[in-house]
């Protein structure tokens, strides 16, 4: 087994919340916060250790808040997008997810003095398979715009009495029922080519994989887009599959760069596929008017394409997923999209696809308009750790050494945050390659990647939790790994690294692009030290993952 991470190329330049809504009043002023220089820190919310779990694929659960896993950008901040008039007009705020708002009105003083005047829940839209709502609404013009159930039905709500305007729900049939994301999604996207936004519409993807364009002030479907308001993704991925049982769907909503549409997918689990073969993840960009397809990027490249010779074979042909299943980020200003790219099937097994596998486990940019490449950067070479971003990419302007750079970091699972000057991909600070180990006594056979390294991002540092809550044995082996793609157990182990309780989640929690003021510029450290006792009665050890530059 030959495993690689870390390459540049460029062609051109659980406190879980309710299933629900709730509305607050603050007494005070309406204000709108100014802007500032600040030193700036990427702050990783939503991401804590729970209790080891049994099972072969256990998972550290979200606990909102009460871990922050930071790493540090040293560098102020001169401009910072943010949610604008109020607004939040993104699954993220804004299309850099920076998940931004400076309003002010709420602040320490007058907290406590907030009051319930509304509340809306989901309780009449089915049973789901959810614990919790994955949704972020969107709010334009007073109107909160979200989707919920099961069959991700899509609602407006008046933001200030919590009427419930509209709601849109299609009907999929045994489809739906086929639908690897049969949840109620992560939301929907906004859009208006007029200045007075009369024509506004609401884009949502359904668990069935339809791309469904509706009226914001109606609900009903937009007549002239697609059929009926509606666009078969199932249809135009460039490689044939079943309209009715294929798996592959979309979670997370599609995101809008001036008149295109631009949507991922989201397939079966890939940590234990039936089989070798799964419906590409390909992604694609419609016209915001009419539905037509615009473009297509091949995230497994086909024959005469850049990167199709990392699938070796005609593992190309069958290998499915390298999707895009998270949130996009946005630049409108460069028109560039930036895309969170999944591993191949599966997530870790890759004796049927030899190579790098491009686009595979990367950050790739893309100009919104046409689907041309700009710059990628693969993080890992034939990925078989589940080590794929599982977040969008935050961008944000900042200073280093003087100069002013558009960047974007990309936060992974490998709890590295990389980068990147987001015009040219080149990276912000020093990225090595390092040797990894090429074979494993458990798997002796596995073809791996062509470049047997790892990639090592300087700074910012790598960030880490404190204390894993009963999971001592896991952070005892995690400190004596020679390597990031090191089993955490030696030989006949069952553990694998993707499912690392230091790090996995890192990549898992609500990012946001917060700006803090402070001149640290020493490794981060974890910001936590629990002191409740493990299963067997001792306290847990901390373990600590540094990473300092030089």
């Not at 039905?153 to 008046?158: G, L, P």
């Amino acid at each position: 087994m030959r495993m690689g991470h870390g390459h540049y190329l460029g062609n051109r330049r659980d406190g879980y919340p309710a299933a629900g809504a709730s509305c607050v009043r603050a007494s005070g002023r309406d204000t709108m916060g100014g802007s500032r220089r600040h030193d700036v820190k990427f702050l990783v919310a939503d991401v804590a250790p729970a209790p080891c779990q049994s099972g072969t694929d256990m998972r550290l659960k979200l606990s909102t808040l009460s871990v922050c896993l930071m790493s540090a950008l040293a560098g102020p901040v001169v401009a910072q997008q943010g949610a604008t008039s109020g607004e939040w007009r993104s699954y993220s705020g804004d299309l850099g997810s920076t998940k931004y708002s400076p309003l002010d009105q709420i602040d320490r003083d007058n907290v406590q003095d907030l009051e319930i005047v509304w509340r809306w829940k989901t309780d009449n839209f089915g049973a789901s398979v959810e614990r919790y709502s994955r949704v972020t609404p969107i709010m334009v013009n007073g109107v909160l715009y979200a989707t919920a159930g099961r069959r991700r039905a899509t609602v407006a709500i008046d933001a200030v009495t919590g009427e419930t305007l509209w709601m849109h729900r299609m009907d999929e049939g045994v489809r739906g029922d086929y639908a690897p994301r049969r949840s109620s999604g992560r939301g929907v996207a906004y859009w208006s080519g007029r200045p007075d936004e009369s024509d506004a519409q609401i884009f949502m993807i359904t668990p069935g994989y339809h791309l469904v364009a509706l009226d914001a002030a109606t609900g009903r479907p937009v007549p002239n887009f697609g059929q009926d308001g509606v666009v078969d993704l199932k249809l135009g991925l460039d490689r044939p599959v079943d309209l009715i049982e294929a798996v592959i769907g979309s979670s997370s909503p599609p995101v809008v760069v001036g008149d295109v549409v631009i949507v991922g997918a989201a397939l079966e689990v890939g940590s234990s596929p039936p089989t070798k073969e799964n419906a590409p993840g390909h992604v694609r960009g419609y016209d915001a008017r009419t539905g037509e397809r615009l473009w297509i990027f091949h995230t497994i490249p086909q024959p005469g394409e850049f990167g199709h010779e990392t699938w070796e074979g005609d593992s190309w042909s069958y290998t499915g997923n390298v999707a895009v299943w998270p949130p996009f980020s946005a630049d409108a200003e460069l028109g560039y999209v930036y895309l969170p790219v999944e591993a191949g099937t599966g997530d870790y097994y890759g004796g049927h696809r030899p190579g790098d596998n491009l686009f595979s486990q990367s950050l790739v940019a893309l100009d919104a308009r046409t689907g041309e490449r700009i710059w990628h950067f693969q993080m890992v070479h034939h990925g078989i750790w589940d080590y794929d971003p599982a977040s969008p990419p935050i961008l944000a302007d900042i200073v280093v050494d003087g100069r002013l750079i558009k960047a974007v970091a990309q936060v992974t699972k490998q709890a590295f945050t990389y980068v990147f000057d987001r015009v040219t991909g080149e990276p912000v600070w020093p990225i090595e390659e390092r040797p990894v180990g090429e074979s494993d006594p458990t798997v002796p056979d596995q073809a791996g990647a062509v470049r047997s390294t790892g990639c090592v991002a300087r700074r910012p540092h790598r960030f880490h939790a404190r204390d894993q809550g009963g999971c001592d044995r896991f952070a005892r082996a995690a400190s004596d790994r020679p390597d990031l793609h090191s089993p955490l157990f030696g030989r006949g182990a069952g553990r694998h690294p993707g499912n690392d309780p230091v790090a996995w989640h890192a990549g898992r929690g609500q990012l946001a692009g917060c700006i803090v003021r402070s001149g640290d510029r020493g490794p981060v450290r974890g910001l936590c030290d629990r002191t409740e006792p493990s299963n067997d009665g001792e306290r847990s050890r901390s373990l600590q993952h540094e990473l300092h530059p030089g």
